[in-house]
């Protein structure tokens, strides 16, 4: 029998959805605000009379933000197709293939997930350099898989093992070769998890700064974590143009995880319990 929420559940709810919220609300209020109330007595108020969007204009007529945003999208749906392209062969491999040395191939491919990025950037750098790839979208995407990749096989691999078996075999007993039974059966039924796996690797690449701060230092690929953080005043950091600019990027990633959080949620707890 399912009872009923009593009401310090829901004042304990709101008290945590308004910690979690208070970040962005906090980096909203700044961004309409003008330079002179980021700072003193006005500073606590979240919302005055004095509203402006001249941050927000400032940020689009004082920097390159839009090449921010394209060299993002471009770097982020690239490596979002290719890893999940990847990933979806090599997770149906370990998930539905008979062979030897799966378990530890699966578990290589997680070890590559567990190095720090600061003790990969080094050599990623000088290899780079060498192949004259610094300075170019390839230059992250080539970075950008490796810690995408091991994510997304994880994530597939785990969708794969819970499409039933059955399926294969009378697709096998049609005459259907692996490669068509991966393209006509399995695929369009790991469709929900492809989809979870893509919302992940891109948001994961879109907030990356290290390599992106490394690789990239011209303005013209620089993406937007960097961009932002390279927001420069004569004599002090832009706080309005940063906050502004915060909610430009944020915005529509907090859209896509709202309107999908239900695959989100899906695709991170599938294979956690065993039917």
């Given amino acids: 029998m399912n009872k009923k929420a009593g009401p310090m559940f829901y004042v304990f709810l709101t008290l945590f959805v308004f910690l979690v919220m208070f970040p962005f609300l906090w980096v909203l209020a700044s961004s309409i605000k003008p330079v002179a109330e980021l700072f003193g007595d006005r500073a606590f108020i979240p919302f005055t009379n004095n509203m402006t ?3 927000y204009e400032s940020v689009f007529v004082n920097y390159p933000f839009l090449k921010y ?3 993002s999208l471009v770097v982020s749906t690239i ?3 290719y890893a999940v392209l990847v990933a979806s ?3 149906y491999a370990i998930a539905r293939l008979n062979f030897k040395g799966k378990t530890v191939i699966l578990g290589l491919v997680l070890s590559v997930s567990m190095f720090p990025q600061i003790a990969t950037i080094s050599p990623i750098y000088i290899v780079l ?5 610094t300075n170019s979208y390839l230059g992250l995407i080539i970075p950008y898989t490796t810690f995408t990749l091991p994510l997304s096989i994880w994530l597939l691999v785990t969708f794969f093992r819970k499409i039933p078996f059955d399926l294969e075999e009378a697709a096998k007993m049609d005459g259907a070769s692996p490669m068509q039974t991966y393209w006509r059966v399995i695929l369009p039924l790991a469709i929900p998890g492809i989809f ?3 919302i992940l690797v891109f948001i994961s690449a879109w907030n990356e700064f ?3 701060l490394t690789i990239n230092t011209d303005d013209e690929f620089k993406t937007v974590p960097v961009g932002i ?3 420069e005043g004569q004599f002090t950091i832009p706080w309005g143009e940063v906050t502004a600019a915060t909610v430009i990027v944020t915005v529509p990633l907090v859209i896509m995880v709202l309107l999908f959080q239900r695959r989100i949620v899906s695709g991170l707890t599938s294979g956690a319990v065993k039917e």
Avoid: H
């Fill in 196 to 198: 979870t796996t893509a």
């Fill in 89 to 91: 062969f090599a997770a």
């Fill in 129 to 133: 350099k060498n192949l004259g790839l």
């Fill in 210 to 212: 290290l390599f992106a």
């Fill in 69 to 71: 945003l394209w060299n």
């Fill in 79 to 81: 490596t979002t197709v």
């Fill in 53 to 55: 969007g001249e941050n």
């Fill in 229 to 231: 953080a390279m927001f």
